[in-house]
């Protein structure tokens, strides 16, 4: 398993000047239902869910994904208000030698800088807690707002393909890789 030490993936937290990044769970369940929109996810493979059960999903298995260590995903809140939600982001697959980061921003806390926060801290930690040969970060080739991104962070486009979401849309699809020890740590 590619993390350097056991760790409990479901007690893992981040935090940042402005953010506290904890693991996703049953609270979450209403502010990802409500946040997780038509709108947030015009650049994303997945589509906003159709009921609270499929969020309920979602959850239980970021849950199981975090028991296990196959997923690390998370919630990211305002540090000085851990009621005001900002959205989502993740490590996902912190078990291989190349995880893969994830991230969506409410729509209402966008343009705040919340998402390179949320991804730098990420990147930092990984750094120092996965022993793997990059992160990949996958961003459609339109969001320029998220492909700044990985670029601020040293990340070069290693690749770059079409992906069809289940709902039919056509993402081209440019995946970054960030390398940990080009990390400013």
């Known amino acids: 398993?590619?993390?350097?030490?056991?760790?409990?993936?479901?007690e893992t937290r981040v935090e940042t000047e402005?953010?506290?990044?904890?693991?996703?769970?049953?609270?979450?369940?209403?502010?990802?239902?409500?946040?997780f929109t038509d709108r947030v996810t015009t650049y994303m493979f997945p589509r906003p869910a159709r009921s609270i059960d499929e969020t309920a999903k979602f959850i239980a298995d970021s849950i199981e994904g975090q028991l296990n260590g196959t997923n690390y995903q998370v919630t990211m809140v305002l540090r000085d208000d851990p009621k005001c939600f900002v959205g989502c982001s993740?490590?996902?697959?912190?078990?291989?030698?190349?995880?893969?980061?994830?991230?969506?921003?409410?729509?209402?806390?966008?343009?705040?800088?919340?998402?390179?926060?949320?991804?730098?801290?990420?990147?930092?930690?990984?750094?120092?807690?996965?022993?793997?040969?990059?992160?990949k970060y996958q961003v459609d080739q339109a969001n320029i707002a998220s492909r700044k991104i990985p670029?601020?962070?040293?990340?070069?486009?290693?690749?770059?393909y079409d992906l069809i979401t289940p709902d039919g849309r056509i993402l081209n699809i440019l995946e970054y890789r960030i390398y940990p020890e080009l990390l400013d740590l």
């Open 1 to 10: 398993m590619p993390l350097k030490r056991r760790i409990d993936l479901s």
């Open 90 to 135: 993740g490590i996902h697959h912190p078990d291989s030698r190349t995880p893969e980061l994830g991230l969506w921003v409410a729509e209402r806390q966008q343009g705040k800088g919340f998402g390179t926060e949320a991804i730098s801290a990420l990147c930092r930690w990984a750094a120092q807690e996965i022993d793997c040969d990059y992160l």
């Open 18 to 35: 402005r953010l506290l990044i904890r693991p996703t769970g049953l609270a979450d369940l209403d502010p990802i239902f409500n946040e």
């Open 151 to 160: 670029e601020g962070l040293g990340g070069d486009v290693e690749d770059e």
